[in-house]
């Protein structure tokens, strides 16, 4: 397909062909919308009455019809309202009803229980479905079947329960059997039904003991007596058999037996689907992906169509284009004679979609039709699942295809070349944080081709990752939390494994297709993965993982090129993507790709769009000059101390900490002066005319001495001609308990100011020494760690003194040598008091990392031991040092802003805690009035491309969901 997109590239008639087709499906399109547009507003007139008077909890799509459509995400859920529109716009779907989102909440609000109206509308929608159908629920006629699925608002694939086949009994199977003349399928069914409900309903499930799932058991045993190696080799009278030993697994285990009423039925699995909301996997995936908890999730009740009725049937799962690469194929997998659970487990290899042209040709070309209908309706790459019942397709889901950094990036863009969406529409469809994936490294090409390949499977997730293998989530996690890189291998993953996945650098299986759980997961995480590896196999009991003849061992290393999907032993070399080749080593080759082209297109439109300034937290000359080549703004913050480390600098920094009186002092702060100078001409160099805030001395001085060894303390009481029993005494009378909150920061400069005259002095002279070179400088000298107006005003006397010095040495005047004095904003008292702070301050700059800390009053640096609990808990929905607590933190930093402002209207502000290259935090920095953000080198396009969705935001474009 590909080939054949390029081919008609060439070919103008047929690029002209289709340009016209194009252009009338978007006019369609249009058309449709606004239909649907003009329909919706039509019946918000009627919904408030609706609303005001009885409740609504259950909306009906089907027929041509529906209650609800795509735009009530919050209410339907993601599943339900889209196929709603989908109905609406006169797709073919099973029909069916949602319950809200707002009967989960009243769910768990009431006890368990339901509206008291909720029963006669499920009544009222079970009739429609029927009419819709012609069938009836529970009939011994023409059978209706229910599948009975969660839906939230946004897509927690796999998390959350489902039933399917409900509605069958002793009596229904028979008549089932005899309408359809298929008795294998009717006893199938009935089988599937009690399985899945004896598990999710009844919870009859493996006990802890047991090693094997006490339905496979049962099915292993008919398929020992039938001798037969699958499931779908049993005849009826097989499944007859399996179907009352199933019965009376769930009677003994249960206590009670399985119910035979298919209403009864019904409301169990509706509570099941409610009750899964509040499962471990469903929390888990919450956590990760920040979704509340009171969402609630909506119940999607639909007429069930057979994939799985011969060999004019199939069902499959597809994406409008490769979710992987963003390529623009249509891309997906089906099978014949199948059930859509049997897709997504990936225990059968499903054939590719292309391939159904030859199988199923009528329902290929309509699906070929419906894809192109999807995508120019809802104007993003949808993930569609399908089942085609003896001949006729029916769609039973469409979603936002949730896809790779790249593919995202691809699509993107594509779709603005197609005149499918708008650039804004392009930047609000990309998460900032996925443009992370671009810059991730890729293998070293030598290195590779030297590698010893044992196996290769379907690219699910692109990147390169080398780790130590592990069979099982639990081993993963405990080796990454020894410090591993690991890699989580397995036959095929499924919902229990996503801590085992969020551990890992990359997910092999060795079963399973691009649709299986393990590449949808792992693709959304941004995770490498491979998948479907069938020429590798992994024996669990022994720990083994084999392929091409070798066999590997737990916790030996593995690498996976997930572009290609090739497997490595061993611990391969990486080298970094093509866009950092590009951009940061000025690769010729790297910048001709079309990955370096897009991410350079797309951060040109953000720059274009956003009012944020970008800026750096870099420390050294390369720093800046990666943090420039990424299109930073200047220097948000450069900390000062990080510049002791180096060399033997480290030696006069300790001599300065320990001397014991002013002279010790000058003398070691002598021999820093020509260090901190030198640092800071690289600096100003590289910045080339942009400002650099410069930071004075902030860190506790235990950093500096607490962790000296007795050998350093030896060496270093030589060096000082002095014993080492004296510097052991001077560490000891330095001492804090609790250093973060001690001796630190402006403390420091308010003690002894001659630490602030001499790095003020380093700063202006090396300006003095750039400025000679007729580079421009704007330094801005900041103060940490304030409190109180007076400290600024104290600091800044110092400062002064120390540029009138500069200056008179260099026969300079005034507009000669410019700086600023500004302070940082991380200490409660100062966002409080920010009014009179900002008297002295020429800027500020949010420090969220300490004002996070002290606001909570909580350690940066002790809580990782019991941050995950309060996420598991979700009392935090992430941790508060990486993403800003809005709600809390917040408030003192619109309160500095406010006040700071409200004495200085045009007071310079920004942010340097780690927060500033977290998207959402940017997004509230813009919110609140900052004029920049300053963060690491590699996460400036992700800040400048949150800034820009910040600014479209704010103009009321809602970002696109990708659900
Ligand atoms: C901060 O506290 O947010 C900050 C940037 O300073 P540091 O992390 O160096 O304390
Ligand atoms: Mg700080």
Known sequence: MANAKRKAARNPARKTARKTARKTARKTARKTARKTARKTARKTVRKPSARMGSRKDVYYFGDGKADGDGSQKALLGGKGANLAEMSRIGIPVPAGFTLTTEVCTYYYAHKKTYPKTLEAEIGANIAKIEKAMGKKLGDLGNPLLLSVRSGARESMPGMMDTVLNLGINDKVVEALAAKTGNPKFAWDSYRRFL?????????????????????????DKAKAKASVADDSGLGEKALRWVVGEFKKLIRKRAGKAFPEDPIKQLYGAVNAVFNSWNNDRAKVYRQKYGIPAEWGTAVNVQAMVFGNTGNGSGTGVAFTRDPATGENVFYGEYLIDAQGEDVVAGVRTPKQVAQMAKDLPSSHRELLKIRKILEEHFRDVQDVEFTIEQGKLWMLQTRNGKRTGFAAVNIALDMVKERLITKEEAILRIPAEDLSHLLAPIFDPADERKATKIGSGLPAGPGAASGHIYFTADAAVAGAAKGQKVILTRQETSPEDLRGMIAAEGILTTRGGASSHAALVARQMG?????????????????????????????????????????????????????????????????????????????????????????????????????????????????????????????????????EDQKARAKALKKLLPYQKKDFVGIFTALDGRPATIRLLDPPLHEFIGTMTAAQISDLARKLEVKPDYIKHRITALHEENPMLGHRGCRLGIVYPEITRMQATAILEAAVAVQKKNIKVQPEIMVPLVSYSKELELQKAVIDEAAAEVRKKHGLKVGQLKYQVGTMIEIPRAALTADEIANHAAFFSFGTNDLTQTCLGLSRDDSSSFLPKYQDAEILSANPFASLDQTGVGQLVEMGVERGRRTKNKLKIGICGEHGGDPGSVKFCHRSGLNYVSCSPFRIPIAKLAAAQAVLEERGLARAEIS
């Open 527 to 659: 995770k490498v993965c491979i998948c479907g590896a069938h020429d590798m196999n992994i024996d669990y009991a022994k720990k083994t993982l084999s392929g091409h003849g070798v066999t590997l061992k737990e916790g030996e290393y593995l690498s996976l090129n997930g572009f290609v999907g090739n497997v490595y032993i061993g611990d391969l070399k990486t080298s970094p993507s093509s866009v950092i080749q590009g951009l940061i080593e000025n690769k010729a080759a790297a910048r001709k790709s079309e990955t370096y082209k897009k991410f350079v297109q797309l951060v040109g439109w953000a720059d274009k769009l956003r009012r944020l300034e970008v800026r750096t937290n870099s420390d050294t000359p390369d720093q800046v000059k990666t943090a420039i080549k990424f299109g930073a703004e200047g220097i948000g913050l450069t900390r000062t101390e990080h510049m002791f480390f180096e060399g033997d600098r480290i030696d006069a920094v300790r001599e300065m900490i320990l001397a």
């Open 195 to 219: 399985q899945m409900y004896g598990s999710v309903v009844m919870g009859v499930e493996a006990h802890a003991h047991e090693h094997h799932d006490p339905y496979e058991v049962i099915l």
